[in-house]
């Protein structure tokens, strides 16, 4: 089955703690997307990638970092530079970075600082 | 000015009545314009995508444009207690790169 897999569910981190969130896509897309949701809130975008080995910064990018070595591959690390981090963070892929290109999500990893 | 707006609701419809979701944007460069719908607890899922003016029909669903007013929005005819959700208006901005999404609306479909 084609789609985009995260994990863990769920994730429960120490403060002063890095954790890395998985997400990986068998779609081909090009463009991978990482946002955040807060209770009641709507998305935010952390970091995106539109093409392998290269990625920018979306709204809320400080204390979080992202790597993109394989097209289907975009992991993104919450460092203990994140001072709020519980919240639950979405993965996102599209065919480009185009902008009449769908956003499709993963299933989401939901984080809570302990 | 905010980039999306959305009325955060709740909206209450009984069953069998039309919903109407609103949608205001900033950037009067977006193109494209996205409606997503989602569930508590679950991730978004896409509902209907809109690039033109006008209307857009898709089963129940449609989608109206008006670039000139910055505005966007999604009716939902026959609504059932299975549409109550949490409605996501999503913009593109940036020449294209990336989304921008709205706060969403929540709505409550009663039986």
């Known amino acids: 089955d084609g789609g985009i897999t995260q994990s863990p569910k769920y994730l429960f981190r120490k403060e002063g703690q890095n954790v890395t969130l998985s997400c990986e896509q068998n779609l081909n897309h090009d463009a991978m997307y990482w946002y955040r949701q807060d209770p009641g809130q709507g998305l935010r975008l952390i970091y995106y990638s539109q093409i392998v080995n290269d990625f920018q910064k979306g709204d809320i990018a400080e204390g979080y970092s992202v790597s993109r070595e394989k097209k289907e591959s975009f992991p993104l690390t919450v460092t203990s530079a994140q001072k709020n981090p519980t919240a639950f963070y979405l993965c996102?892929?599209?065919?480009?970075?185009?902008?009449?290109?769908?956003?499709?999500f993963g299933p989401g990893t939901r984080l809570t600082v302990l | 000015q905010k980039e999306v707006e959305q009325n955060s609701g709740p909206l209450s419809v009984p069953e069998g009545a039309i919903a109407s979701l609103n949608c205001t944007y900033s950037?009067?460069?977006?193109?494209?314009f996205f409606w997503y719908r989602q569930y508590s607890g679950k991730s978004p899922e896409l509902i209907m995508s809109?690039?033109?003016?006008g209307d857009k029909e898709d089963g129940r669903f449609t989608a109206q444009l008006n670039k000139a007013s910055q505005y966007v929005s999604l009716l939902i005819r026959d609504s059932q207690p299975s549409d109550s959700a949490t409605y996501l208006c999503a913009v593109t901005r940036n020449y294209g790169q990336n989304f921008v999404f709205g706060p969403g609306t929540r709505l409550s479909v009663l039986p």
């Open positions: 950037d009067r460069g977006s193109q494209s």
């Open positions: 996102a892929s599209s065919q480009g970075g185009g902008g009449t290109d769908t956003q499709y």
């Open positions: 809109i690039y033109s003016n």
